[in-house]
């Protein structure tokens, strides 16, 4: 999941760089997308955790990406803006709790069942917020903000400014999550989570508790995807009950299937990969089911190790499925 | 020698729908002895191993281990408490080097409260997995497991087994599939790993079982047909009908 | 509680449940047998709704659909197999689900090109157009009746062919251990290629049969989609009758919830999953673990 060599970890480096660079270099629209993309690429490593990680995928994590999203939603009053001090916090809390209850339910499941039932619990989420009246209904509703800053000290923005300082603050959690997860994954939990992902039946009898190690991932990947919910509202000002539908999750998954199961790295690149192919599709034509389809099923017929399979030639990166009994 | 049983079973039985796999079964096992579990296929013994390990629920019966009330607890707990089992059917971790499979046994037993520590530098654990490693003889422990040969694959099940420092070992047929000089080295390290554990052993082989078990236990259709020493078996009448035959005289 | 209406609710809830058993049969039998997941299994029920509402459209008639609906689903299913699924029975999950959202997604696209992306009732054939009286004051939707009547029927078909005949058994066994089934020597290919287009014709006649009672809009695979993954779940995986079951069951909670409990009635369905899954994490009718 993480580089062999230091040459590796020094493209990483060169590749932090270029997109540190890249607001100079383009028009200002594209940095708006540039911050858009920062937060896919958040969602993607969530999965990234715990799909090329653990060895689970699960179709319902969008949920914890809108829980997050609606709970800055719900926190912030009418026509103001909370210090991001306080929303971050409550946002990654709320997404974690769903996390954890909803994975102590779906992790008593294997395989396909653990699929769907994630698949359900998402829907769940989905029609929470869809039918309630607490958040704003099927269309969504506008929301305030949250402003860098806090105790009264506030760092107010231009219209201008804000999106090349949003650019800057994804960025900055990017890497962090990057390096957080890359400790995590070398660390003796990290171990585990890679012997489950190549043989649960023979780590439950060396003495592990897989399920509460499989929870413990699931809890932290849910956090993380509320970290991108939550900066998503930063950016974009409205939330709506797609952000918690299964075509977001879907999406998810494919970014790390682009970019590469098993690179941590994989899960930014394939987000980056997809904001951009999407734009440029946008611009050929109007049918953007159509080319989004045929991207989808030409990266799963013709990538099968994704982009960042195809960058360092001639390492063997097979790490088997778990058996499914 | 004569000393308090450190795992027994009392009337231990395990139904699949209307078959009773394991029937009745009481067997004790004891420190620095190795007990032998024998019996013609469908005897039950395999189910026996996976309802001491844990990864079976009895239907009925207990199971006392050092003291405790066992049966029914999950295979993690089982290890945890100190009973380590050993798969008939390879069952390692293939696309992991040999050395981080015998490591992660070791980080079972002794690595589970440190989990936020950097994992290349808990030097302890790499050490206790080499001496696994060594005591049963595998060099190789940078290829990964899949690429091992079938020999060496076995040993490495012995060595995770191993590193989890189990007081009690279940061995399932841990000579499955081995040649002449493969199966010399399993007998040696058989003999070597009774002497500070309780083994208890299935396997198919006459000559090994005769010449390395201290006790033996006969299954036949799901019940014990007879338990005493070798020479006691050897000369049971029921037990030679049943399933030595003519090959051991 | 007026009983007439529960009545009512009690009747279009059994309906609406013979109609996720048909559509979760074949999700239940093609995740049992191949292994495969499926998310264009709603698709193919819209395909089945458009596929009514284009035949009365152009001809007026619902009950030319439907046979066409069944040619079009053994066709599309035995085509999607054969070309395409069945190179990834054996890849990981993933790649499962992302190639069948594509599918979806081009699905949509088609649909959005041959016919439109506006919202269309479909009329329920002229002469089922009338009410049936059950009681003095109560008459149901003959048409509803009719649907009921028929899902049924196919229920029963269902049933005996994989009870009561040789290939039913072979099913059977291919959704219990597929393993075995080939190493009796059985030709495993052209079963999945019949589950597949048995699975997809009834998937696909299921929107048409639906078409006049929920009318055809975007998207509208997508709910059905996911309700009757739900279905599989809790009638456990490769169970025909637990899909049968679980169906009913969902079918109720699912219309007494939207009748008397409007506020959470999205949810219900998902809450009972949970509790299902507390109860027992391989499904009701599920193979043990």
Redesign the interface.
């Known amino acids: 999941m993480l580089p062999r060599t230091r040459l590796g970890w020094w493209l990483l480096a060169l590749g932090a760089l270029l997109l540190a660079a890249y607001p100079w270099l383009v028009p200002p629209f594209y940095v708006t997308l540039g911050a858009k993309a920062l937060i896919w690429a958040m969602l993607a490593m969530s999965l990234q955790l715990l799909a090329g990680g653990v060895g689970l995928v699960s179709l319902g994590h969008a949920a914890f990406f809108g829980i997050a999203a609606y709970s800055v939603h719900l926190l912030t009053p009418e026509y103001e803006s909370l210090s991001i001090l306080v929303t971050l916090p409550v946002a990654i809390l709320a997404a974690g709790v769903a996390a954890l209850l909803i994975g102590a339910l779906s992790l008593r499941t294997k395989g396909f069942f653990f699929l769907m039932v994630t698949l359900a619990f998402g829907q769940m989420v989905f029609f929470l917020f869809h039918d309630t009246a607490c958040c704003g209904g099927a269309d969504g509703v506008s929301v305030g903000r949250p402003a860098l800053g806090a105790l009264g000290v506030e760092w107010t923005l231009g219209r201008g400014d804000r999106s090349l300082v949003y650019y800057y603050v994804n960025l900055a959690i990017i890497i962090g999550l990057y390096l957080g997860l890359a400790f995590v994954l070398r660390s003796l939990f990290g171990r585990v989570l890679q012997g489950i992902r190549v043989n649960e039946h023979r780590m439950q009898a060396l003495g592990f508790d897989v399920y509460r190690y499989k929870l413990a991932a699931f809890t932290l990947s849910g956090a993380i995807a509320g970290l991108a919910g939550h900066m998503w509202v930063m950016s974009d000002g409205r939330v709506n009950p797609e952000l918690a539908g299964w075509h977001l999750s879907a999406e998810g998954l494919l970014m790390v299937l682009l970019g590469g199961l098993h690179a941590l790295h994989g899960a930014i690149m394939g987000a980056l990969a997809l904001t951009g192919l999407n734009e440029v599709s946008q611009l050929i034509t109007e049918r953007q089911l159509l080319v989004q389809g045929l991207v989808v099923l030409l990266i799963v017929l013709l990538l099968p190790r994704g982009l960042a399979g195809l960058s360092l030639p001639g390492r063997r990166h097979k790490a088997e499925a778990d058996d499914d009994d | 020698m004569t000393t308090e049983p450190i795992l027994e079973t009392f009337a231990l039985t395990r139904h699949f729908g209307g078959l009773a796999a394991v029937d009745q079964v009481a067997i004790e096992l004891r420190p620095g002895e190795l007990h032998a579990v024998i019996g013609p296929n469908g005897a039950g013994k395999s189910t026996l191993i996976n309802l001491l ?1 844990g ?1 079976l629920k009895p239907t009925a019966g207990r199971i006392r281990f050092a003291g405790r009330e066992v049966a029914g607890l ?3 707990r089982m ?2 408490l100190g009973i380590g ?1 050993s ?1 008939q059917k390879t ?6 080097s040999a050395l ?1 499979n015998v ?3 070791a ?3 002794h ?2 409260t ?7 530098r ?1 030097a302890s654990l790499v050490e206790h997995a080499r001496r696994a490693l060594a005591r049963v003889g595998l060099a190789a422990e940078d290829k990964s497991a899949g690429s091992l040969s079938h020999g060496g694959q076995r040993q490495l099940e012995i060595a ?1 087994t191993l590193a ?1 420092d189990p007081s009690v070992l279940l061995l399932d047929e841990p000579l499955a599939g081995m040649g002449p000089e493969e199966t010399r080295h399993m007998v040696a390290l058989l003999r070597q790993l009774a002497a500070d554990h309780a083994v208890l052993l299935v396997e198919h082989d006459m000559d090994v079982v005769f010449a390395v078990a201290d006790r033996l236990t006969v299954m036949v259709n799901g019940s014990v047909l007879a338990s005493g020493t070798p020479e006691a078996i050897r000369g049971n009448a029921a037990v030679r009908e049943a399933y030595l035959g003519e090959a051991v005289a | 509680m007026d009983f007439a209406s529960l009545f009512t609710q009690v009747l279009n809830g059994v309906q609406l449940g013979l109609l996720l058993f048909l559509i979760a049969s074949g999700l239940t039998l093609i995740f049992g047998i191949m292994n495969f997941i499926n998310l264009a299994h709603g698709s193919l029920f819209m395909v089945g709704a458009y596929t009514a509402y284009v035949c009365t459209s152009a001809f007026g008639s619902l009950w030319f659909a439907l046979p066409v609906a069944i040619a079009a689903g053994i066709l599309l299913g035995a085509l999607l197999e054969r070309s395409l699924f069945r190179f990834f029975y054996t890849r990981e999950h993933l790649y499962q689900v992302l190639l069948t959202y594509a599918l979806v997604l081009l699905f949509e696209e088609a649909r959005a090109f041959l016919v439109d992306n506006d919202f269309h009732a479909v009329p329920v054939p002229a002469v089922l157009d009338f009410s049936v009286p059950v009681t003095t004051q109560f008459s149901y939707s003959a048409y509803r009746l009719f649907v009921l009547a028929l899902c049924l029927v196919l229920a029963g078909l269902f049933f005996l062919v994989i009870e009561r005949t040789r290939f039913g058994a072979v099913v059977r066994a291919a959704a219990f251990d597929r393993d075995m089934v080939e190493a009796l020597g059985l030709d495993v290919k052209r079963i999945f290629l019949a589950v597949f287009a048995i699975g997809t014709a009834m998937a696909v006649l299921a929107g048409a049969l639906a078409a006049p009672l929920y009318s055809v809009y975007p998207g509208m695979g997508d709910s059905f989609l996911i309700v009757s993954f739900v279905v599989v779940v809790i009638g456990g995986v490769g169970s025909v009758a637990g899909a049968f079951w679980a169906a009913l069951l969902i079918g109720l909670v699912d219309q007494l919830g939207k009748a008397y409990l409007s506020g959470v009635a999205g949810m219900l369905v998902y809450l009972m999953m949970a509790a299902v899954l507390l109860w027992r994490p391989t499904g009701l009718f599920g193979r043990a673990a």
Do not use: F, K, V, W
């Open positions: 390990s990864d999950p295979a993690h290890a945890q089992r798969y069952n390692i971790l293939r696309a992991l981080e490591r992660l046994a980080q079972a037993r690595g589970q440190r989990l936020l520590r950097i994992a290349g808990e995770m989890t």
